[in-house]
């Protein structure tokens, strides 16, 4: 089937840098628009950084709150998309999602950052 597994989540100071990892199966993420999203406690879902699909020139979008921090980017030939988090702050602490196309969703890894 389908599917779509995060991982690469944790707990770091602040300052401090993580990569997650979105691994998909059943489907190419080559194909697809993939995004990151993230649900802090008592927050709703937001988007943090999506990446297009090859024939959409892979264009790369991020949420204000992590512009200049944050980068997306696909390995095809792992059929995974990635999420490079550097200088973390305690407001990025939330569970991160990974979705093609708003569609296909993984379960979640957390990421923590301490002050």
């Known amino acids: 089937q389908v599917q779509i597994v995060e991982s690469g989540g944790g707990s770091v100071q602040t300052g401090g840098s993580l990569r997650l990892s979105c691994s998909a199966s059943?489907?190419?993420?080559?194909?697809?628009?993939m995004s990151w999203y993230r649900q802090a406690p008592g927050k709703e879902r937001e988007l943090v950084a999506s990446?297009?699909?090859?024939?959409?020139?892979?264009?790369?979008n991020y949420a204000k709150s992590v512009k200049n921090r944050f980068s997306i980017s696909r390995d095809n030939s792992e059929n995974t998309v990635f999420l490079q988090m550097n200088n973390l702050k305690p407001e990025d602490t939330a569970v991160y999602y990974c979705?093609?196309?708003?569609?296909?969703w993984g379960q979640g890894t957390q990421v923590t950052v301490s002050s």
């Open positions: 979705t093609a196309g708003g569609q296909l």
């Open positions: 990446i297009g699909s090859d024939g959409a020139g892979r264009r790369e």
């Open positions: 059943g489907f190419p993420v080559r194909n697809y628009w």
